[in-house]
């Protein structure tokens, strides 16, 4: 059984992973934040692989910022140190 839960679990975040990149792709956003969004992607695919639980809740707490419009500063942008 719980086997059966972490497979449901890992296709869920799986699925989620690929709707936060194409979500990411289609922003109006400078370059830099697209780049930051799309690094702390990555870091939670990453994190998938040691702790599938924490990545899911890393992953929910991503969109639920994309859906609210909390976006990581332009490190690019100009007038950046």
């Avoid at 830099?32 to 599938?52: C, F, N, S, W």
């Amino acid at each position: 059984m719980e086997r059966d839960d972490q497979l449901e679990l890992y296709g869920f975040v799986a699925d989620r992973l690929k709707d936060a990149h194409a979500r990411v792709r289609t922003l109006q956003v400078p370059e830099g934040v697209r780049m930051a969004l799309t690094r702390k992607l990555l870091v939670i695919t990453a994190a998938a692989k040691h702790d599938l639980a924490d990545a899911a809740r890393r992953l929910e707490r991503f969109m639920h910022d994309l859906d609210e419009g909390r976006y990581p500063e332009d490190v690019h942008a100009e007038g950046s140190p």
